[in-house]
């Protein structure tokens, strides 16, 4: 009776992150064909559809596996850089442009699941603070790879180097990938619409990972590990599983918030944007995914909102992050909010 009282529960608060998300959708196009939204909000709707999966992909690792990642956003350049390029490469072949930005999320999953089963399988192993460290390395170490990479494109197919832009193209090729310079000349795109799918795809691989028996596992192997391995438990397997799904949704991501710009180089990727991911998943609490895409949207607009302040932005964006904190993760606000609650005292009394 308790599982099913559990399961009813955790399914109706899918429903409403389901509900919130499509909810938001509508009312946007509303808005937007309403001539009501500025310029400024339109081009920040694609980017805050990145940054909410790149939170809930997070927060997979984060808040349902429970291992602290310092390097997300370089599976979001991996994505980006390698969707990009795909979509570059099919763009003669494929006239539908949601069509070719799908297919650069697919190709820019791909990659990044790759690169984070490979990374997962010896930083896995490690705990605590040298599993951040690690992952903190491994997303700078990704950043300095694009920093030097050339890809060239000519109607031989792709050309690939490290040391210089001497890449042998054929007449009429063209760099893709020009090291520092980054990506140039990105096709735009990237659509609210598909921006809204990814969200949802997203949401829905991960609440079947989570209620499925995988993510018992997983979640038991976050609470106790040494239990979790005395009953049977593959730690490896399913902490890889997790780590791998996480990096996958981070790599679409990238595609999708890279295919809504024209230029983008690797240091946009860097430890800072790895910071603030985390920063959506703690304010919107761990295991939480309403709450991360809450805080993604919040966090993205807000500093934004607050340009005109300039003098005071950051201060005023630093005060609503600690009211946040306070809100969502200090205990005595919780139960200083539950004593206002009505019947409680005479609920007390009863018990009395």
Request: charged residues 15%.
């Amino acid at each position: 009776m308790k599982n099913r009282i559990r399961w009813n529960k955790t399914t109706r608060n899918n429903y409403i992150t389901y509900a919130v998300v499509l909810l938001a959708f509508v009312v946007m196009q509303i808005l937007s064909s309403g001539g009501i939204l500025s310029s400024t909000l339109k081009g920040m709707l694609v980017p805050i559809c990145a940054y909410v999966v790149m939170a809930i992909s997070l927060n997979l690792t984060v808040g349902v596996l429970g291992e602290l990642s310092l390097g997300h956003a370089g599976f979001m350049s991996v994505g980006a850089f390698t969707g990009v390029t795909a979509v570059i490469a099919l763009r003669p072949y494929v006239s539908s442009a949601p069509v070719l930005l799908i297919v650069g999320m697919v190709v820019g999953a791909f990659f990044a699941a790759v690169i984070g089963f490979l990374i997962g399988i010896p930083v896995l192993r490690l705990k605590g603070d040298y599993l951040a460290i690690v992952t903190l390395a491994f997303g700078e170490i990704i950043k300095g790879i694009f920093n030097n990479l050339y890809v060239g494109l000519d109607k031989t197919g792709l050309h690939v180097s490290l040391l210089s832009d001497k890449t042998d193209l054929a007449e009429g090729g063209k760099l893709v990938i020009s090291g520092p310079m980054g990506l140039g000349s990105i096709p735009k795109v990237a659509t609210f619409p598909v921006g809204v799918l990814l969200v949802i795809v997203a949401l829905i691989i991960i609440f079947h990972l989570v209620n499925s028996r995988s993510g018992r596992a997983i979640m038991a192997v976050r609470d106790n590990r040494i239990a979790a391995e005395s009953i049977g438990v593959n730690v490896t397997k399913y902490k890889l599983m997790a780590f791998t799904v996480s990096a996958a949704l981070a790599g679409a991501a990238g595609t999708l918030f890279a295919t809504n710009y024209t230029t983008l180089v690797a240091n946009k990727f860097d430890f800072n944007a790895s910071i603030l991911i985390l920063v959506f998943v703690v304010l919107g609490g761990l295991g939480n995914m309403l709450g991360s895409i809450l805080a993604a949207t919040a966090l993205t607009i807000l500093p934004e909102a607050l340009r005109e302040f300039s003098d005071y932005r950051m201060l005023v964006y630093a005060i609503v992050l600690i009211l946040v904190m306070l809100a969502t993760n200090n205990d005595t606000f919780k139960s200083f909010l539950s004593r206002l609650k009505p019947g409680r005292k005479q609920k007390k009394k009863e018990v009395g």
